[in-house]
């Protein structure tokens, strides 16, 4: 990847090849040191024009991009006990989508993309083992897959931030999390792995677990896929007391407001999915819906009548956008809703839209 084929993609002047090639750069070279300074290199000296279009549909296009580049199928998988026949809708390419989306329009917003998701920041006194630390961070309505110094793969789900040594020493290998991730951990009986959140931590040797920590959000999760894993809650004291020692296809929550943590086997496939680019609601209630679409889609919803709170949902999305999300829950239940416009800033940026929902019948 050159430079120059950097800014004719940031252009929209790329051939098509050459557009395929910047988007496998992205999604798979683009966290190394020397492809991160040539992003910020590139970021200092490169503007974008302030005359942005106002008439583009702005929406549609971030929707496509949020999920074109982070998922590894095209084909949608999705069932609301309705007819597939009903939602098939012609899947639309990356390739389509970049070449077609004004340059105008597209710069500021893989600029912002870029910037935030790949430039990561070198701390002196962070980590537990290592003196030199990263932290890598996923934005709204984006996933990052990392790979760490032990061979441990790690996948950052939308808004969430993960510190860690740029060389595991001593004689554990910790990371810090806030937000979720799922973790791939490389095998090392000399060494635990420990995934350290605000309120609990995490250790394994070598195993598959996906770890849910937003903060303010009052529920902590622990799922393990494979192997074995220790939950520990954090002590004021900077020591932990064990909750409990972890079995395959079993979660662990932890109830802040109320102290409590439960356990119990699941379909773990509703809570590590999302690594894949596919959302699964396992008769979830609209509360939870809402609080995993507003991450992944990056929108703040409203729920303006209490009732719609009683309906619950099963469904799988692949490649859906919002609006086709929204269509299905509409077929599924009596509700409705009303996405809000992006307002401009005075910086050239768009604040969140706004989803509000309600019953059709009082909307």
Sequence with gaps: MTEEIFIRFLQNKCTAEEIDKVVKWL?????DKSAQLM???????????????????????LDKIHHKININESKKLKHFNTSDDLHSKKSI???DILTRAAAILFIPLLSVLIYTQFV???????????????EIESPLGSRTNIELADGTRVWLNNGSKLKYPSQFSGKKRVVHLIGEAFFDVAHNSQKPFIVKTKEIQVTALGTEFNVMAYE?????????????????????????????????NQIVKLDLKNRVYS???????????????????????????????????????????????????????????????????KIATPITYKISSRKKLNDGTFTKRKVFIGLKKNF
């Design 120 to 134: 990561y920041k070198s701390n002196e006194t962070i980590s537990d083992n290592s003196k030199s630390s990263i």
């Design 39 to 61: 992003v910020k290199q590139i970021w200092n000296k490169y503007s974008a024009p302030k005359d942005i279009l106002e008439d583009i549909q702005f929406e549609t296009i």
């Design 263 to 329: 356990s119990n086997n699941t379909n773990i496939k509703k809570y590590v999915s999302w690594k894949d680019g596919v959302l699964v609601f396992d008769n979830d209630p609209i509360d939870e819906v809402v609080r995993r679409l507003s991450k992944w889609y990056n929108v703040e919803f409203v729920i303006v009548n209490p009732e719609v709170r009683n309906y619950v949902y099963n469904a799988t999305f692949i490649d859906e956008t919002l609006p086709q999300i929204l269509e299905l829950m």
């Design 93 to 95: 390419s990356i390739k």
């Design 27 to 31: 999604r798979y070279e683009a966290d």
């Design 216 to 248: 303010g959000e009052g529920i902590v999760e622990a799922t393990l896929v494979s192997g074995k894993v220790k939950v520990e809650k954090r002590l004021k004291n900077g020591k932990a007391k064990e909750i409990c020692i972890m079995k395959p």
